[in-house]
Nanobody
């Protein structure tokens, strides 16, 4: 069973930066596509960044494009989400997700039900 453990959340001011980390507990991390999602109270869970298994394809919605960067370090079995120029509307619980993508090295995934494993979530709060 894959376990994902997120860290790096916290309380920051608007304009600040945070880097979230997610460690994948099981081997063969290089065979997994990874995603970061967030969920604010009363809202649906949304994808804020996704990366393909080989790390070469990424996706960002317009709301975070140019501010957030996802990266995948296969040697450390870790995926990162660098968040710059944070805004109050970025406040949410952020979740890491993994999908086994053995035969799809360049595909990224955007929908929650496309992922097999989830972390417990880390709170990000941005004050104005």
């Amino acid at each position: 069973q894959v376990q994902l453990v997120e860290s790096g959340g916290g309380l920051v001011q608007a304009g600040d930066s945070l880097r979230l980390s997610c460690i994948h507990s099981r081997g063969a991390f290089s065979f997994y596509a990874m995603g970061w999602f967030r969920q604010a109270p009363g809202k649906e869970r949304e994808c804020v960044a996704s990366v393909s298994r080989n790390g070469g394809s990424t996706y960002y919605p317009n709301s975070v494009k140019g501010r957030f960067t996802i990266s995948k370090d296969n040697a450390k079995s870790t995926v990162y989400l660098q968040m710059n120029s944070l805004k109050p509307e970025d406040t949410a619980v952020y979740y890491c997700a993994a999908r086994l993508a053995t035969y799809s090295p360049v595909t990224y995934y955007l929908q929650p039900d496309e992922y097999n494993y989830w972390g417990q979530g880390t709170q990000v709060t941005v004050s104005s």
